[in-house]
């Protein structure tokens, strides 16, 4: 009994020797990679003090760039070589010759897409639920060629069996149907809702961040984009899934408050492009799509058809923070207001600071967030800000009808964005997300008029809603921070 108890610590000795020899080999790793010295300091320390915890966490949790993906694009642009340029030339003589004041808004943003801002493109606001599907679903009827569709969340629920009954329509009817959606956002979807959908015809693929040997971990990864292209002809971008509780008021949570923009012009190609792009990643195909003609926008819709757009595509392939250069970019160059709606207001340092400054030198900063959580942890983390952002003179928002799920930026008089990027770390550096931001002063009025009505069902907060509550409340505050960097 003696020796086994030996041999027992012995090699129970030996294993935690071995994991705090793979603890020391991680942080390394952490060193090396981490883009913030904050993320290395934290990560280190977790690793040191609780190994068996922090070591697999860190390998599931911490990686900060998706493998794989531009190496699967630059496959698909070699056998493709026609279709991309192709996509080249139909644009450019649709590219905007930006004056001076538009370059202050949106010169960085070309640089940082490697994409061109286009002339003549319609841009209809669409708000919530039911003005979203009906014209996603009028668009999809009207469908005589193909249908593009990718949500982060797909439900098997009421308004998830009609979009899935309308797209076997279209795809019984001859045309092609393809759909992209996030395995872990779509998580509860069952298989025969996918089996469906395939046996009429539809090509159905999960993204799939974890393909290749390499890359298993990768499931802290997620595709957040919301993308509908009919024909080539119009597209569609925004904040609204697919489910009851986006179109439905519920019990929970009310109204849901949500945002997209309908597309017409040459800004639908270059969404189209961007959902390619995503699709060759999760079915390792190019499908035959329209590339050589742009519908023009004539104004017979609900824009004048004059609206500049950049379609913006940031995710975590990138060398830089796309997410956070975009935000950073519309905050410092506000120079008479910043509104922003988001769901999640979890950021980083710099993009607080960044508020802060405007809102110091004299802008109108606001920022508009939900009273009623959807996810606790942003929830409660977004109390720790309040203060902070009150004494600079950032002004913050909370929605009380329904849970807001906008993600949506007006600065000064023609800039404007409406896509599916939220104000959080999340959006910033670990998801694929896609905006469409338009220089338009009509279409910033439009907004701005959103806006108002908005702000009427709003309470303004500040730091007392954080400081009068109960200890054990602002405990879970701070924990809730803590946990800001992968929220």
């Known amino acids: 009994m003696f020796e086994e108890n030996i041999d027992k610590f012995a090699l129970g000795t030996l294993l935690f020797i071995g994991w705090e020899v793979l603890a020391v ?56 070589e026609r279709v991309f340029l192709g996509v080249q030339e139909t644009l450019s003589p649709h590219y905007a010759d930006l004056t001076d004041e538009q370059k202050r808004y949106g010169g960085v943003l070309e640089k ?17 639920g039911e003005m979203i599907m009906e014209a996603i679903f009028a668009a999809i009827e009207s469908a005589e060629d193909y249908v593009l569709a990718q949500f982060f969340i797909v439900k098997d629920d009421k308004l998830g069996n009609q979009f899935r009954e309308v797209l076997e329509k279209k795809a019984r ?32 693929h999960a993204f799939h961040s974890t393909q290749g040997p390499s890359n298993r971990f990768q499931i802290n990864f997620r595709n957040h984009r919301k993308i509908v292209v009919t024909d080539g002809q119009v597209g569609f971008v925004g904040g609204l899934n697919i489910g009851d509780e986006y179109c439905e008021k519920t019990e929970r949570f009310g109204e849901w ?81 910043i509104w922003i709606a988001t769901p999640y207001f979890v950021t ?38 309040l203060s902070d952002m009150e004494s600079a003179g950032v002004r913050v928002f909370r929605y009380e009808p329904g849970f807001l799920h906008s993600k949506v930026i007006l600065v000064d008089e023609s800039f404007s964005s409406v896509g599916t990027a939220n104000l959080d770390n999340r959006s910033m550096r670990l998801n694929f997300e896609v905006s469409a931001v338009v220089l338009d002063a009509d279409f910033a009025k439009s907004v701005e008029s959103m806006f108002e009505m908005d702000w009427e069902n709003c309470r303004e907060v500040g730091g007392a809603d954080y400081l009068n509550r109960p200890a054990w409340f602002r405990l879970g505050v701070k924990l809730a921070r803590l946990a800001s960097p992968v929220l």
Not at 174 to 202: M, Q, T
Request: aromatic share 10%; glycine share 8%; charged share 20%.
């Open 25 to 80: 080999a991680t942080i390394i790793n952490v060193v090396m990679k981490a883009r913030s010295a904050a993320g290395a300091w934290g990560w280190a320390m977790a690793m040191l003090a609780f190994p068996f915890i922090a070591v697999p966490l860190y390998w599931i949790l911490g990686r900060q760039q998706f493998h794989g993906y531009m190496d699967r694009l630059r496959e698909a642009q070699e056998a493709n």
């Open 112 to 128: 940082l897409s490697e994409r061109r801002w286009t002339k003549g493109n319609e841009v209809c606001l669409l708000i919530n």
């Open 173 to 204: 009817a001859g045309v092609r149907v393809y759909l992209v959606y996030d395995e872990i956002g779509s998580h509860a979807l069952p298989k025969s809702y996918v089996r469906s959908l395939r046996e009429a015809g539809v090509s159905v």
């Open 257 to 337: 408050r949500d945002t997209h923009v309908q597309l017409v012009g040459p800004s639908v190609l270059s969404l189209q492009m961007i959902f390619l792009s995503d699709y060759y990643w999760a079915a390792r195909e190019v499908p035959e799509l329209t590339w050589d003609q742009v519908t023009e926008a004539d104004g017979s819709g609900c824009g004048a058809g004059e609206s500049e757009v950049l379609t913006l595509p940031t995710g975590p392939i990138e060398t830089i923070e796309g997410g956070t250069i975009f935000f950073l970019n519309a905050i410092t160059r506000a120079k008479r207001r």
């Open 348 to 385: 980083d340092e710099s993009i607080r600071s960044g508020l802060q400054m405007a809102a110091l030198r004299g802008v109108d900063v606001r920022v508009m967030i939900p009273d009623k959580p959807d996810k606790y942890i942003p929830w409660l983390a977004t109390f720790s800000y």
